[in-house]
């Protein structure tokens, strides 16, 4: 049994069943010849272990909540910003959370503020290049204005500010709409 050997699928999915059946994670281990220093390692990139570590079923429904807001948080703390945080995990769930959970809007405001020094530190511009790109990710069919946004590197809000002050603006968006529903 040596530190440093890493966990392969199988001996991370026995380790998971034999903890969801209550036995000791270091009979666990040792019964499958591996070390903790190698659980533990492979505990930072696999979730399900994280959770059964944790003495939780990582295949309960309730998890997946669990683990979509766990990944959120992470993505924050790397200074991805939340519309794209939401496009990364698949999900535009993140404001439903928020409004629905105090504790996680305080949890998710912390952990943005604190990787702010790691995010984009200046205001991003709607200079005509992105503006063009938005205007043409949001005329493809299925494009929703969170995804053309990301892909034109600006917030959700730059776009919705500047519809609101720039009537051009705002027909172009309305022609790009119309363009993805034919």
């Given at each position: 049994m040596?530190?440093?050997?890493?966990?392969?699928?199988?001996?991370?999915?026995?380790?998971?069943?034999?903890?969801?059946?209550?036995?000791?994670?270091?009979?666990?281990?040792?019964?499958?010849?591996?070390?903790?220093?190698?659980?533990?390692?492979?505990?930072?990139?696999?979730?399900?272990?994280?959770?059964?570590?944790?003495?939780?079923?990582?295949?309960?429904?309730?998890e997946?909540?669990?683990?979509?807001?766990?990944?959120?948080?992470?993505?924050?703390?790397?200074?991805?910003?939340?519309?794209?945080?939401?496009?990364i995990?698949?999900?535009?769930?993140?404001?439903?959370?928020?409004?629905?959970?105090?504790?996680?809007?305080?949890?998710?405001?912390?952990?943005?503020?604190?990787?702010?020094?790691?995010?984009?530190?200046?205001?991003i511009?709607?200079?005509?290049?992105?503006?063009?790109?938005?205007?043409?990710?949001?005329?493809?069919?299925?494009?929703?204005?969170?995804a053309?946004?990301?892909?034109?590197?600006?917030?959700?809000?730059?776009?919705?500010?500047?519809?609101?002050?720039?009537?051009?603006?705002?027909?172009?968006?309305?022609?790009?709409?119309?363009?993805?529903?034919?």
């Amino acid at each position: 049994m040596t530190d440093t050997a890493q966990l392969t699928a199988r001996q991370t999915n026995q380790l998971i069943t034999a903890l969801r059946h209550g036995q000791a994670l270091d009979l666990a281990a040792a019964d499958l010849g591996v070390a903790l220093p190698a659980v533990w390692a492979a505990a930072r990139t696999d979730t399900r272990l994280a959770i059964a570590l944790a003495g939780r079923d990582p295949d309960a429904a309730e998890e997946r909540s669990r683990t979509l807001r766990a990944d959120f948080l992470r993505l924050l703390a790397l200074g991805v910003p939340p519309s794209r945080a939401e496009l990364i995990l698949g999900t535009g769930g993140s404001g439903g959370w928020r409004g629905d959970d105090p504790a996680f809007a305080r949890a998710c405001d912390a952990v943005s503020a604190a990787s702010a020094p790691y995010g984009h530190m200046g205001q991003i511009r709607l200079t005509p290049a992105r503006v063009a790109r938005f205007l043409e990710e949001l005329g493809k069919q299925g494009t929703t204005l969170v995804a053309a946004a990301a892909a034109a590197g600006v917030t959700p809000a730059a776009i919705y500010q500047r519809r609101r002050r720039d009537d051009d603006f705002a027909k172009a968006m309305d022609k790009a709409r119309a363009a993805a529903r034919t």
